[in-house]
């Protein structure tokens, strides 16, 4: 506690808070993705399988957005980058949702494909500001913020969504989810960007995003963070999915919005609040795996006891412990990345992309047990996948570590 009270520093708040905005334009746009298409198409018929893959694909950008991410450290400041990049994901959303109800199901998708990849943008452009503007004490913490910031306008912001197509009309309902959604990236010109930029060349930008791959090869500490990063730990993919399966558990509409949407979204800005503020000694790695077996047990519980209160409960509890996986997530993630003001957007996002593939595939998992086990199949999926990691994960530490020691004891 004496440990987090020090670095409670008036720059260290102020970086926080500034992070914990920039983190609501991602974090909204997830909100539509994540909340008010499966809730909306699972109540106009559409299978739950089917809409896990929907999302998946709709998510697919921030799998290969390292691919683009060099443009973010080219050209214009990195903070116009993040306002340019969360306009177009409002106003993309905006269009999809005003062409919802006769538009093909087709056309939807791209939409909001191109949304994924502006939003994508805020993300990379983010990163590069984390890493070039603050010092490696307050990276984690900053990255922490962002996560809840991400994390509660995801919830909150699918919820406000839902809300604004019930009561406006067209013309007010574009403006109003494109400002939503984009307003909140206007704090990015409080941040003291440097002003060095670099000009773009595909050959050095591709040679960054080798040595991120081989860096993180080479080290040891790196690679082993690098294999918790792309394992299943509370990659909180039921999320998606839990508004969809609501009435399986006797749940009606009104307890959705407030349950998946208000209370969801301050469990996982709590969560993450808990885990941008860990003290920056305590190890990343075990904090991350922590955080997964916490995460798996809410699940857990959602398995064990289908009932209408235990989904309320376990709900609450997976989307804190997801909030507070994705905070330790951000936090391991910054800690493997050098400081580099010419390629950072780049760097970061390699080392995102590679923690975002257990995303996908967890996706299609639940989309799968869904389909052929229904709801409690998808908890039992989500519970096994992180409780399997971090036994693998227990296990290599003690024939690593301890066996050898044993050894030497016993001679």
Same mark, same amino acid.
């Given at each position: 506690?004496?440990?987090?009270?020090?670095? %409670? $520093?008036?720059? +260290?708040?102020?970086?926080? #808070?500034?992070?914990?905005?920039?983190?609501?334009?991602?974090?909204?746009?997830?909100?539509?993705?994540?909340?008010?298409?499966?809730?909306?198409?699972?109540?106009?018929?559409? *299978?739950?399988?089917?809409?896990?893959?929907? +999302?998946?694909?709709?998510?697919?950008?921030?799998?290969?957005?390292? &691919?683009?991410?060099?443009?973010?450290?080219?050209?214009?400041?990195?903070?116009?980058?993040?306002?340019?990049?969360?306009?177009?994901?409002?106003?993309?959303?905006?269009?999809?949702?005003?062409?919802?109800?006769?538009?093909?199901?087709?056309?939807?998708?791209?939409?909001?494909?191109?949304?994924?990849?502006?939003?994508?943008?805020?993300?990379?452009?983010?990163?590069?500001?984390?890493?070039?503007?603050?010092?490696?004490?307050?990276?984690?913490?900053?990255?922490?913020?962002?996560?809840?910031? /991400? %994390?509660?306008?995801?919830?909150?912001?699918?919820?406000?969504?839902?809300? &604004?197509?019930?009561?406006?009309?067209?013309?007010? &309902?574009?403006?109003?989810?494109?400002?939503?959604? =984009?307003? *909140?990236?206007?704090?990015?010109?409080?941040?003291?960007? !440097?002003?060095?930029?670099?000009?773009?060349?595909? /050959?050095?930008?591709?040679?960054?995003?080798?040595?991120?791959?081989?860096?993180?090869? $080479?080290?040891?500490?790196?690679?082993?963070?690098? %294999?918790?990063?792309?394992?299943?730990?509370?990659?909180?993919?039921?999320?998606?999915?839990?508004?969809?399966?609501? $009435?399986?558990?006797?749940?009606?509409?009104? =307890?959705?919005?407030?349950?998946?949407?208000?209370?969801?979204?301050?469990?996982?800005?709590?969560?993450?609040?808990?885990?941008?503020?860990?003290?920056?000694?305590?190890?990343?790695?075990?904090?991350?795996?922590?955080?997964?077996?916490?995460?798996?047990?809410?699940?857990?519980?959602?398995?064990?006891?289908?009932?209408?209160?235990?989904? #309320?409960?376990?709900?609450?509890?997976?989307?804190?412990?997801?909030?507070?996986?994705?905070?330790?997530?951000?936090? #391991?993630?910054?800690?493997?990345? !050098?400081?580099?003001?010419?390629?950072?957007?780049?760097?970061?996002?390699? +080392?995102?992309?590679?923690?975002?593939?257990?995303?996908?595939?967890?996706?299609?998992?639940?989309?799968?047990?869904? /389909?052929?086990?229904?709801?409690?199949?998808?908890?039992?999926?989500?519970?096994?996948?992180?409780?399997?990691?971090?036994?693998?994960?227990?296990? &290599?530490?003690?024939?690593?570590?301890?066996? !050898?020691?044993?050894? $030497?004891?016993?001679?």
């Amino acid at each position: 506690m004496a440990q987090v009270v020090s670095d %409670l $520093k008036p720059s +260290v708040v102020r970086s926080a #808070l500034i992070f914990g905005a920039l983190g609501l334009p991602h974090g909204v746009y997830l909100g539509f993705v994540a909340v008010t298409m499966p809730y909306l198409l699972s109540h106009a018929g559409v *299978p739950v399988d089917r809409i896990s893959q929907i +999302v998946t694909l709709i998510s697919l950008p921030w799998l290969v957005f390292f &691919l683009w991410s060099p443009l973010v450290d080219t050209g214009i400041r990195r903070r116009s980058w993040l306002m340019l990049g969360a306009f177009f994901a409002g106003l993309m959303s905006a269009a999809v949702i005003l062409i919802a109800d006769t538009a093909p199901v087709g056309r939807l998708v791209a939409l909001a494909i191109v949304g994924s990849v502006a939003a994508s943008v805020v993300f990379a452009a983010t990163g590069g500001l984390t890493i070039t503007t603050l010092p490696a004490s307050d990276r984690g913490r900053a990255a922490g913020a962002y996560e809840a910031g /991400k %994390l509660g306008g995801t919830a909150l912001g699918g919820a406000a969504i839902v809300w &604004l197509t019930r009561h406006l009309h067209a013309a007010c &309902l574009v403006a109003a989810v494109t400002l939503t959604i =984009s307003l *909140p990236s206007c704090y990015a010109l409080t941040v003291g960007e !440097p002003s060095d930029r670099v000009s773009f060349a595909l /050959k050095h930008h591709l040679l960054e995003i080798f040595r991120t791959f081989r860096g993180l090869y $080479k080290s040891p500490s790196n690679r082993w963070s690098a %294999l918790l990063l792309a394992s299943p730990i509370g990659t909180g993919a039921a999320m998606t999915l839990l508004p969809a399966l609501a $009435k399986e558990y006797g749940v009606g509409p009104a =307890s959705v919005i407030w349950v998946n949407g208000i209370g969801s979204g301050l469990a996982l800005a709590l969560g993450a609040t808990c885990g941008a503020w860990m003290p920056y000694t305590w190890n990343r790695q075990a904090t991350y795996l922590s955080a997964g077996v916490f995460n798996a047990m809410s699940a857990v519980l959602l398995f064990a006891w289908p009932r209408p209160g235990i989904y #309320l409960i376990g709900t609450l509890l997976y989307a804190a412990s997801t909030g507070l996986c994705w905070a330790r997530f951000a936090a #391991l993630a910054v800690s493997i990345i !050098p400081s580099d003001t010419s390629s950072a957007s780049t760097r970061y996002s390699v +080392v995102i992309a590679i923690g975002n593939i257990p995303l996908f595939y967890m996706l299609l998992i639940d989309g799968f047990a869904a /389909k052929h086990a229904g709801p409690l199949g998808v908890m039992f999926i989500e519970s096994v996948g992180t409780l399997g990691v971090v036994g693998s994960a227990l296990a &290599l530490f003690f024939f690593r570590y301890r066996v !050898p020691y044993l050894s $030497k004891l016993s001679g």
